[in-house]
């Protein structure tokens, strides 16, 4: 690697070579000037000097004189002194100034490169002495911390990978290793396999499409493509294909569209994120409780989407964190959906990328309603106000 010199030392030289560079102009203006000056004061210009006529009479033969030369020369040295007297004093200044300027410089190329390393918990003091600096300490402190959580989300995410899909994998080796040798062999056996080797197949497209989803969302790789379509119609096309869902589970599937309106959304969106809400509730309830999916447009005409169960509940000390990625408060029904704990983490960003707002409520042994929710803004025709 080349080695370059510091800020600090640019910056002096830098100083160094403009005061050299002014006081050079500055002597030669004076030296220019004084001539000039010298001849007018021998004209006669700022009257006789010493009150002597005579030397008027011919100036230009008392500029060569010695008294001149040595006034010259002393009016020069004068202005050298000086100069060199005031670049001095600037020059300690500017070292000055500079060196509160280079040192956080260094301070922020040394946590850099401590963040390089992956040190994410590395901090940087924002008591800069100036302002500009103490903003970029913050701004570099709220960066570290920001990949500090998304390295532990990482490693979360590996960890649970590792995890998760061991699981399907095993089962299934295991079947096909049973059924190489031959040790399955009666009808029964042999159906129970394949729902077992199609149930694991199943989770692990889950967990593929769950990555899947949410690496687009990572990368905003999500761009939403806005079409009018209703709203209603779209929630119906999700409920006919989870009936058949619910009711191989024994959940009841009821539903309630009365939004009665079109929208300008991401079909596609909206889509992928009721299904989330509507696989976590269907997968979250017992046999024989209800999953209720409903529309509706609110009194300030925003419109609602309600995916509501009666199942079990969420406790409140769990509520806080069903956002966060691979959060799962119930690790035994996760496994058995497949899923990563990613369903209401992806569902709320998709929701959010169009500018909606997705909202939670549960009560233990109660049941759980989630609302997804968008502005008046984004309904486009309001058949039930044409209706009327």
């Avoid at 809400?277 to 999916?293: D, M, Y």
């Avoid at 959906?337 to 990328?353: F, M, Q, T």
């Avoid at 500018?355 to 549960?362: F, P, V």
Wanted: one cysteine or more.
């Amino acid at each position: 690697m080349k080695k370059t010199s510091s800020f600090h030392t640019r910056l002096i030289l830098s100083y160094a070579a403009l005061l050299v560079l002014v006081m050079v102009l500055s002597i030669t203006v004076a030296d220019a000037f004084f001539i000039r000056a010298f001849k007018t004061f021998l004209a006669g210009g700022y009257g006789s000097p010493f009150g002597i006529k005579s030397m008027v009479i011919e100036p230009n033969s008392y500029l060569l004189t010695t008294t001149y030369l040595k006034f010259h020369d002393m009016m020069r040295l004068s202005v050298w002194i000086g100069g060199c007297a005031v670049m001095l004093i600037a020059l300690g200044v500017a070292s000055w100034f500079t060196r509160r300027f280079s040192q956080p410089i260094s301070g922020f190329a040394s946590f850099a490169d401590r963040i390089g390393h992956g040190d994410y918990g590395a901090q940087i003091s924002n008591n800069q002495g100036l302002r500009e600096f103490a903003e970029l300490s913050d701004s570099l402190n709220h960066m570290a911390h920001e990949l500090k959580c998304r390295d532990e989300v990482e490693q979360e995410l590996f960890s649970n990978l590792s995890h998760e899909l061991r699981t399907p994998v095993t089962v299934i080796k295991g079947y096909m290793e049973a059924l190489d040798a031959e040790l399955i062999s009666n009808p029964q056996e042999l159906h129970s396999a394949a729902e077992a080797i199609s149930q694991e197949t199943a989770n692990l497209e889950v967990m593929i499409n769950e990555l899947r989803q949410l690496a687009q969302i990572d990368n905003n790789a999500v761009m939403p493509e806005k079409s009018d379509f209703d709203v209603d119609k779209l929630l119906g096309y999700i409920w006919r294909r989870f009936a058949p869902i619910a009711a191989a589970r024994g959940v009841l599937l009821p539903h309630q569209f009365e939004a009665h309106v079109r929208v300008h959304l991401d079909r596609q969106l909206l889509d992928r994120a009721v299904a989330n809400l509507l696989s976590n509730a269907i997968t979250a309830t017992p046999s024989g409780h209800f999953v209720t999916l409903s529309s509706a447009v609110h009194e300030s005409r925003g419109v609602n989407i309600v995916v509501e169960d009666t199942g079990s509940g969420i406790p409140q000390e769990d509520l806080a964190h069903v956002f966060d990625r691979f959060f799962r408060g119930d690790r035994s029904r996760n496994r058995r959906s497949g899923g990563l704990g990613l369903g209401l983490p992806i569902a709320k960003d998709l929701v959010e990328i169009e500018g909606g707002r997705l909202d939670i409520r549960s009560t233990v042994n109660v049941g759980t309603r989630v609302t997804i929710s968008y502005p008046r803004s984004v309904i486009v025709r309001d058949e039930s106000l044409l209706a009327s």
